[in-house]
């Protein structure tokens, strides 16, 4: 999630829980430390696709944070101890402000490390857009008011019940995307269409109107499924040229980014380039992780040593507005097709 939803689910935790004691600075203390996970983004691992696999590794480790818990627990009351509330409280603030940035990250369609130095696929719920705001405000608002009125609350009422409503909101975010998927595979049997993997993610900044892609062979299928929707979805077709991915086949770069992304990525060729775009992420057609694998030479493609991310191209702010409109009207038109050809233009 983005670095204010953090900061403010981190404030709200520990305000919830030391508030009394720490009043104004537990929530400042909470936000620094819910943030801290993110701080790996500072690190090069010396290309494009290692950056953005690597990010969500180490930082997001249940287990790292966890042993990061314990010890800062251990230095805190070693050097500014307070018995006014016990060790076990202090852990407990601490451990869940980090423990619960990575897994909200897990609820997004980016892929997160849990589970590191274990490498299975990363965790990805994919139920909430990495900007919701309605997740955020009931948090920011708490966090406000507890600024303005020192949290002189007991309990901190106000903070409890900001988590337990974006909490709330989450479970509702992962209740659409069950609806979205379920009504993609039936239209799926109905056409007897056997997906190679089916991925959904919402659309952005709400849970509301949903992306649901299918893999299927050399082409993809993309449908938009709304919470209103009454008709089937309409599944567009759209080249996957998944051909291209047997030139890579000697690229360690591209093996890690199919682990990474669960195989959900798109190839093109752009001149004399050849271009692999994570499908997962962004909107269709306007997705912000697009690399330079390959270059054609003497009539065969040669993986590049070093994989370059494309500059990222943001969709028109007219899109948003289609969407906005598609969500309360289903019959309202959205040329997925010919957004997704934005991606064969000349970077």
Not at 22 to 42: F, S
Not at 164 to 192: D, I, N, P
């Amino acid at each position: 999630m983005d670095s204010l939803t953090q900061a403010v689910l981190g404030a709200s935790i520990q305000g919830a829980l030391l508030g009394r004691w720490q009043r104004r600075k537990a929530l400042l203390y909470g936000a620094l430390l819910g943030t801290v996970p993110d701080l790996d983004v500072l690190i090069d691992y010396g290309d494009a696709v290692a950056n953005m696999t690597q990010h969500r590794g180490f930082s997001h480790s249940l287990l790292v944070l966890s042993s990061l818990a314990v010890l800062l627990t251990w230095v805190i009351r070693r050097w500014q101890p307070n018995p006014a509330y016990s060790t076990r409280r202090l852990f407990l603030a601490i451990w869940l402000v980090l423990i619960t940035h990575p897994l909200l990250d897990a609820f997004t369609s980016y892929g997160t490390q849990l589970f590191w130095p274990l490498m299975p696929i990363p965790t990805t719920w994919s139920s909430i857009f990495i900007i919701d705001p309605l997740y955020t405000l009931p948090l920011l608002v708490a966090v406000i008011v507890g600024l303005l009125r020192d949290l002189r609350e007991r309990p901190q009422w106000l903070a409890i019940a900001a988590l337990c409503l974006s909490s709330l909101y989450l479970a509702f975010t992962v209740t659409g995307k069950w609806m979205a998927e379920q009504r993609v595979e039936q239209l799926l049997a109905q056409r007897g269409i056997q997906a190679e993997q089916l991925f959904s993610t919402p659309t952005p900044f709400n849970s509301l109107l949903w992306r649901v892609i299918v893999l299927d062979g050399e082409d993809y299928h993309e449908a938009l499924v709304g919470w209103l929707d009454h008709s089937p979805p309409l599944l567009e077709r759209i080249p996957r040229g998944a051909a291209l991915a047997k030139s890579l086949r000697k690229s360690p770069q591209h093996a890690r980014l199919s682990w990474f992304t669960h195989g959900v990525l798109r190839y093109d060729k752009i001149g004399e380039q050849l271009i692999v775009t994570d499908l997962r992420l962004g909107m269709t057609g306007y997705h912000p992780f697009r690399f330079i694998f390959a270059e054609r030479r003497d009539g065969r493609w040669q993986p590049l040593p070093k994989i370059e991310r494309l500059p990222f191209t943001r969709g028109e702010p007219e899109h948003l507005l289609v969407l906005w409109q598609r969500i309360w009207d289903e019959r309202e038109p959205v040329q997925l097709l010919s957004w997704a050809q934005a991606l064969t233009h000349k970077p």
